[in-house]
């Protein structure tokens, strides 16, 4: 397989991540968002993470993006500023391929880095393989929330999963 690096996100990745994105939204409950996204609306939102200070990663081969992960405040409260909730993307062509495990692995030692405390992943009860690939990472199951969310017709169950980084 070819070379996989994980570099710091820029401007130029933000479309080939719009259609990582837009397909989970429109394919998937891994989002819960219900349209796509516009380039300018993903920039929008990168933008405002890094501008506090935190991370957003892209994984690529031959400097095509094909994944990418991030994490940004947990809740909005003063006390909750050493928690932090992520999210890793990989492109549809590219899973099982060991992306995500780079791009969390980046993500957990940046954490570290800020001294951060914990890590928190929101993940949909449907998407059992996420459950599985964070329980590799030694997060564990702290909470569900029942029909947090509605798509596709049907309601939607919220598993919270959280890591204790120190």
Do not use: C
């Amino acid at each position: 397989m070819e070379k996989i690096a994980i570099r710091p996100y820029k401007l130029d990745d933000a479309q080939a991540i719009v259609e990582i994105i837009n397909y989970n939204i429109l394919n998937s409950t891994a989002l819960y968002d219900y349209h796509p996204r516009t380039q300018a609306q993903q920039q929008a939102i990168f933008e405002d993470k890094l501008s506090k200070d935190f991370p957003v990663i892209v994984a690529t081969i031959d400097d095509k993006v094909i994944g990418f992960g991030y994490y940004s405040e947990f809740r909005f409260r003063e006390a909750y500023r050493f928690t932090v909730e992520h999210s890793v993307y990989v492109a549809n062509d590219y899973h099982g391929k060991g992306i995500g495990k780079l791009l969390l692995t980046e993500l957990i030692a940046l954490a570290k880095q800020q001294k951060l405390h914990t890590m928190v992943a929101v993940i949909d009860s449907e998407n059992q393989s996420s459950v599985a690939f964070h329980e590799q990472f030694g997060f564990t199951t702290v909470g569900i929330i029942k029909e947090s969310g509605y798509k596709f017709d049907r309601w939607l169950h919220s598993v919270i999963m959280q890591l204790i980084l120190e």
